[in-house]
């Protein structure tokens, strides 16, 4: 990166200590121009005359420029900055044609030359703000325009009101000039209030900002010029003087802000306003504090040219808080309305993140059903490998015994000790293998509900007259009986891998209380049994798929009950001393509820 790259890029990251250095520059002019009351009219003169010469011939110099390089770049600003480089200029002729009228010439006609270079730059003004609205100017709402208008048209009235009953009965060129300074102003000031209310929503450049709060009050100060020269109240050195100084000011520090930004490349700097890679909430965090300054720095200066100056005209302290409670009027209904749409942007922006968070999450569901069901996959083909291993062996023996038989005498009968311990090995082999392969299909299937009202205690004794109980195993099911909908298929399947869980876990017999209650709208199933208990690193982890601490068995028991619960919208846990499987399970389940959770 370019030393000149670097230094626009340290500019535009440091938007605070460009406003800092502002209110520097304003507060030093405010403090100048606090000499004017104790000093006399040639005096005074030596800080008025390079003042009116310098601020308009810097701000004539840069729009020059930028409309030059922008031209170059062919940037469509180029127009509106050749047509306020030329409106600068008729500034600038102006401001020393009004300064050797007041300072050399004997004299102040009106309409003067100045005049004429005056209201000639208002048309270029507007022309190069609504060429810098252009690219959004579609996406101004029409109720903007009309707050802009109104309140350009509000300050409007009581200007032409003043002017023409000033006028009266003199000749009709000087008339229409009088009358044409606050309609041109006030058509400036539409473009300027549209672009700060637009600007509080798009969050715009800080240049954008000083730009239009520089032609804010420069048309304000004219409305106070007006006034104060109606009056009479008007001298050299009075306060409107500063606040079009500050008008000056604030648009040079945006046009050197948007020199910088001219100097990065091409394609980082087509607009001013709306494209900047640096931006930030320009209106609250420095166009107020900068309002409450600049007004703060004007009603000083009109008390201390109120007290010390004294005028035959006693209505000049009351022109300059006239002036002054305009551009309060002026920022006040700006901030008010900035607020309001705030407020509406704020609404709207929530309703979108509620939106957004909703299609996330709705993403994120998806996304955990894909990986759920990858995981059943992976899970299947890491499984296919250990039912290899175990199936063998079950199926040796009973192929072993199978062979055995075959080869016993003719005579032996099926009530001979051998043949029918070959048959016992044979039966209890076939157990395992068919209770490795429900544990597969019970974990991979995922079948809908085929719901029906059914009886707790009756689903339970029918598991259990599936089972093989041993006869040092005592099983103690609760009187208390609850109805709900489910499918029994699957929590026949459930309670036949709970039951058979605890049995394996009592090595030497034990206890097994099946308790069945209900609470509100759930019924609550704990089956509690009298063996060791799960290890403590292995309680969390008992419900993944493949988890096992036996040396024969899938790992999917449990994972499949789990999968089983939740699909009946219920929980299954499990705690120790003693263990107990507590399933939580709604008594009332509706096929099209449960659809709609699957969504």
Same mark, same amino acid.
């Given at each position: 990166?370019?030393?000149?790259?670097?230094? =626009?890029?340290?500019? !535009?990251? /440091?938007? &605070?200590? $460009?406003?800092?250095? #502002?209110?520097?520059?304003? !507060?030093?002019?405010?403090?100048?121009?606090?000499?004017?009351?104790? !000093?006399?009219?040639?005096?005074?003169?030596?800080?008025?005359?390079?003042?009116?010469?310098?601020?308009? *011939?810097?701000?004539?110099?840069?729009?020059?420029?930028?409309?030059?390089? #922008?031209?170059?770049?062919? /940037?469509?600003? =180029?127009? *509106?900055?050749?047509?306020?480089?030329?409106?600068?200029?008729?500034?600038?002729?102006?401001?020393?044609?009004?300064?050797?009228?007041?300072?050399?010439?004997?004299?102040?006609?009106?309409? =003067?030359?100045?005049?004429?270079?005056?209201?000639?730059?208002?048309? !270029?003004?507007?022309?190069? #703000?609504?060429?810098?609205?252009?690219?959004?100017? &579609?996406?101004?709402?029409? /109720?903007?325009?009309?707050?802009? $208008? *109104?309140?350009?048209?509000?300050?409007?009235?009581?200007?032409?009101?003043?002017?023409y009953d000033d006028m009266f009965e003199e000749d009709a060129f000087p008339t229409i000039i009088a009358l044409t300074y606050p309609v041109l102003s006030a058509i400036v000031l539409v473009p300027a209030i549209v672009g700060i209310l637009f600007l509080a929503k798009q969050g715009a450049s800080l240049s954008w900002m000083l730009i239009l709060f520089g032609f804010i009050i420069y048309g304000v100060s004219d409305i106070f010029f007006l006034f104060a020269e109606l009056d009479g109240a008007y001298y050299d050195g009075h306060p409107v003087d500063l606040m079009y100084l500050y008008s000056y000011t604030l648009i040079i520090f945006a046009f050197h802000v948007r020199l910088k930004i001219a100097n990065l490349p091409t394609s980082e700097n087509r607009t001013i306003f709306f494209t900047e890679s640096i931006k930030f909430e320009t209106i609250s965090k420095f166009g107020i504090p900068l309002t409450v300054a600049i007004v703060s720095m004007i009603i000083l200066i009109s008390i201390v040219h109120s007290i010390f100056i004294e005028t035959d005209d006693q209505t000049s302290t009351q022109n300059i808080m006239l002036g002054v409670v305009a551009m309060l009027a002026v920022f006040a209904a700006i901030v008010i309305t900035i607020n309001k749409n705030l407020s509406r942007l704020v609404k709207m922006r929530t309703n979108e993140l509620v939106e957004q968070r909703d299609n996330l999450e709705n993403l994120v569901e998806e996304k955990t059903h894909e990986i759920l069901k990858s995981e059943r996959l992976s899970a299947i083909g890491e499984l296919s490998g250990r039912l290899a291993h175990d199936l063998r062996n079950p199926l040796s023996v009973m192929k072993m015994s199978i062979d055995l038989i075959k080869q016993s005498p003719a005579d032996s009968k099926i009530s001979d000790a051998n043949v029918t311990k070959r048959i016992d090995l044979i039966e209890k082999s076939i157990d395992r293998i068919s209770h490795q392969v429900d544990d597969v299909l019970g974990y991979v299937r995922n079948s809908p509900l085929n719901l029906v009202n059914v009886s707790l205690v009756e689903l339970v004794q029918s598991s259990l007259d599936k089972v093989n109980i041993p006869k040092d195993v005592q099983v103690k099911i609760s009187k208390k009986d609850v109805h709900i909908d489910c499918d029994a298929v699957k929590l026949d399947a459930v309670f036949i891998n709970l039951i058979i869980n605890s049995i394996q876990a009592m090595h030497e017999g034990g206890k097994i209380d099946i308790v069945i209650s209900d609470q509100d709208n759930v019924a609550i199933l704990k089956f509690v049994d009298s063996g060791d208990g799960i290890p403590d690193e292995n309680i969390e982890k008992i419900f993944e798929p493949l988890f096992t601490t036996k040396q024969k068995g899938t790992g999917l028991g449990l994972a499949s009950c789990k999968n089983i619960i939740e699909q009946h919208q219920g929980e299954i846990s499990v705690s120790n001393n003693p263990t107990t499987f507590t399933i939580i399970l709604p008594k009332i389940l509706s096929v099209q509820n449960i659809k709609l959770q699957s969504k």
């Open positions: 990166m370019s030393q000149k790259d670097t230094i =626009s890029t340290s500019l !535009l990251e /440091n938007p &605070k200590k $460009i406003v800092i250095s #502002l209110i520097l520059v304003l !507060l030093s002019i405010t403090l100048i121009y606090q000499t004017r009351p104790f !000093l006399d009219d040639s005096q005074f003169s030596l800080i008025a005359i390079p003042a009116y010469a310098i601020f308009p *011939g810097v701000v004539t110099l840069y729009a020059s420029i930028l409309a030059i390089k #922008l031209h170059k770049q062919k /940037n469509f600003e =180029s127009k *509106g900055y050749a047509m306020f480089a030329v409106a600068a200029a008729f500034w600038f002729i102006a401001e020393q044609i009004w300064q050797l009228y007041d300072h050399v010439w004997e004299g102040e006609p009106f309409p =003067s030359e100045a005049d004429i270079f005056y209201v000639a730059s208002y048309p !270029l003004i507007t022309a190069f #703000l609504f060429l810098s609205l252009k690219p959004v100017i &579609k996406k101004v709402p029409r /109720n903007v325009w009309l707050f802009a $208008i *109104g309140l350009a048209f509000s300050l409007l009235v009581p200007s032409v009101l003043a002017a």
